[in-house]
């Protein structure tokens, strides 16, 4: 892919801009979080033309925006926010993405890496037994007629409800793992039937299990509100999303939104970016059959919770309340969210797309949990299997300049192709061993897809977003053990 040579202006160290005269067509500038060094590799692809892109749709605010990890994607860049007046403007699938709620969820301990050391073969190994993962796996749960429409519609409340669980995970989850505008009438038979046997999978690809140590604190107190500390404390990650039901959704409503673009006369310069308007029949639709594939991805995650909180009990030996296996967040990215945001003074109903970026909600925000409402809502940013994964928490700036957004991750820095090229999963299963981190995957080849070097280093993304002001840095963790798809 060529480099991009477009019109690019530094507005400071962390900040760089694409003014909407770029492009004849352009509402808005585009508003891009990187810092010298990281802006080399974004220019090595075409994302920054995408981020100028999505700038056309109609009623976008303020900027089309884009995050640290930001890299070539289907329509919007990964690492891509943009809202949309929902009076407006457009709802757009590829501005959510194909993994809808595609998340991370985090559960703290009360083990330290003492007492999980002699024991993390046995239980990467118990955990790769007791979470089916991989390209197409099925799942454990056999779901009666018609049940995957109560899991469309309740999300994890449905999971914790069959026994998955508890009711106080849904108090840390997003929107309580449930979005409200979910209507399964509105999911086609054939992603209810791809979805069907998969609740409960971990997937393939970038998604994963980590059992991880916490090796640096930033903010004790807010850390401490989390239940995260001391140094040494065992945590665990659930990355995951919507499996096949998410993608076949994605695909459904992008040809609904093609034909859609017709009739209601938008011309944009990308097909994939192709939309209607949120409050058209088209737009209702998708938004009810995004939140019902977003929903599905909390009932996943919590479902592999229950069953990574049995697989501790059962190589540990001991309860799982004196594990201390207990929620800190569950936050979701690939999403739009139906949203209300202070603009010039005003409260407006806008729809935030999300793709490849999370939620960053600061403290005192109205939709966040009791316990969380003086620090702010936590972020989860992990990193590749190789290197460190972040804690932090979303920030008043954030809200005024991002919609409540920050990054997802690393962002990769070689396709899954080129990777493959240039690794061999043995060399990479092999430096991990050698870097004491345990690793189980259902492909020795797809780990080339995924080694350190396919990624940025997350370190380097964390921190533009901690200095440009999107989250704040509370703590990071390493990892001890790892189960990929």
Same mark, same amino acid.
């Given at each position: 892919m060529s480099k991009w040579s477009g019109t690019l202006e530094r507005l400071d160290n962390h900040r760089w801009r694409i003014p909407a005269s770029y492009k004849p067509g352009m509402r808005v500038d585009g508003l891009i979080y990187t810092d010298e060094d990281m802006?080399?590799?974004?220019?090595?692809?075409?994302? !920054?033309?995408?981020?100028?892109?999505?700038?056309f749709l109609p009623g976008i605010l303020r900027h089309s925006l884009a995050m640290p990890d930001i890299h070539w994607g289907y329509g919007?860049?990964?690492?891509?926010?943009?809202?949309?007046?929902?009076?407006?403007?457009?709802?757009?699938?590829?501005?959510?993405?194909?993994?809808?709620?595609?998340?991370?969820?985090?559960?703290?301990?009360? #083990?330290?890496?003492?007492?999980?050391?002699?024991?993390?073969?046995? #239980?990467?190994?118990?955990?790769?037994?007791?979470?089916?993962?991989?390209?197409?796996?099925?799942?454990?749960?056999?779901?009666?007629?018609n049940e995957i429409d109560r899991v469309l519609m309740q999300g994890a409340r449905w999971a914790v409800d069959s026994g998955y669980g508890h009711p106080q995970d849904l108090e840390a989850t997003e929107e309580r793992g449930q979005m409200a505008s979910a209507d399964a009438a509105h999911v086609s038979a054939k992603a209810k039937q791809r979805g069907a046997p998969q609740l409960g999978t971990l997937g393939s690809g970038n998604h994963f299990l980590e059992v991880a140590v916490v090796d640096e604190i930033y903010e004790p107190e807010t850390a401490a509100a989390m239940g995260i500390g001391p140094l040494g404390q065992i945590v665990l990650y659930i990355h995951c999303g919507s499996r096949g039901l998410g993608h076949q959704v994605a695909d459904d409503y992008i040809a609904t939104m093609v034909a859609a673009m017709k009739?209601?006369?938008?011309? !944009?310069?990308?097909?994939? #970016?192709?939309?209607?308007?949120?409050?058209?029949?088209?737009?209702?639709?998708?938004?009810?059959?995004?939140?019902?594939?977003?929903?599905?991805?909390?009932?996943?995650?919590?479902?592999?919770? $229950?069953?990574?909180?049995?697989?501790?009990?059962?190589?540990?030996?001991?309860?799982?309340?004196?594990l201390g296996l207990e929620m800190v967040y569950d936050v979701g990215h690939n999403m739009g969210k139906i949203e209300t945001h202070e603009m010039d003074g005003k409260r407006v109903k806008l729809c935030v797309h999300r793709k490849g970026a999370t939620r960053a909600f600061p403290a005192g925000h109205p939709d966040l949990p009791e316990r969380y409402a003086a620090i702010g809502q936590p972020v989860l940013i992990p990193g590749d299997m190789g290197r460190y994964s972040f804690i932090l928490v979303g920030t008043r700036k954030a809200m005024e300049e991002a919609f409540g957004s920050t990054c997802h991750g690393a962002g990769r820095a070689k396709s899954r192709g080129a990777a493959k090229k240039a690794m061999q999963g043995r060399a990479v299963l092999e430096s991990l061993q050698s870097r004491g981190i345990t690793v189980r995957a259902g492909s020795i080849g797809g780990l080339a897809e995924e080694a350190s070097e396919a990624?940025?280093?997350?370190? $380097?993304?964390?921190?533009?977003? $901690?200095?440009?002001?999107?989250?704040?840095?509370v703590a990071r963790t390493r990892p001890v053990g790892v189960v990929k798809g």
């Open positions: 802006l080399q590799d974004i220019l090595s692809d075409q994302s !920054l033309e995408q981020v100028a892109n999505v700038a919007f860049p990964i690492g891509g926010v943009a809202a949309m007046d929902f009076d407006e403007g457009v709802i757009s699938p590829g501005g959510v993405g194909f993994d809808i709620n595609c998340g991370v969820r985090l559960l703290r301990t009360n #083990l330290s890496e003492p007492e999980i050391q002699p024991n993390v073969k046995q #239980l990467i190994d118990q955990l790769f037994r007791d979470v089916p993962s991989g390209l197409g796996s099925s799942g454990r749960i056999k779901l009666k007629s009739h209601y006369k938008i011309e !944009l310069p990308d097909r994939q #970016l192709a939309c209607a308007p949120l409050t058209s029949p088209e737009g209702k639709a998708y938004l009810a059959a995004m939140s019902s594939a977003a929903n599905y991805a909390w009932a996943n995650r919590q479902c592999i919770a $229950h069953w990574a909180r049995e697989s501790f009990c059962r190589v540990l030996g001991r309860p799982e309340a004196e990624y940025k280093d997350v370190s $380097h993304v964390v921190r533009v977003a $901690h200095n440009a002001g999107l989250s704040r840095l």
